[in-house]
């Protein structure tokens, strides 16, 4: 049996520091080159919009 759960099972606030930190590293590893921050958030709203479209289609 599949049982839903809920949204708050993940905090905003952890999601949202992990992705800086996501990005904070790529800007290390990449030596702060000034596309690398637009690409990484370009890419996260691409990756969350996709089961939203899906969803909604």
């Not at 290390?28 to 939203?52: D, E, H, Q, T």
Request: aromatic letters at 14%; a negative charge.
């Amino acid at each position: 049996m599949v049982t839903a759960m809920p949204a708050d099972i993940i905090p905003d606030q952890l999601v949202e520091e992990a992705l800086e930190a996501i990005g904070d590293t790529l800007d290390k590893k990449l030596n702060g080159r000034w596309w690398v921050k637009p690409l990484y958030w370009i890419s996260v709203i691409i990756v969350l919009a996709i089961p939203i479209v899906y969803y909604f289609w």
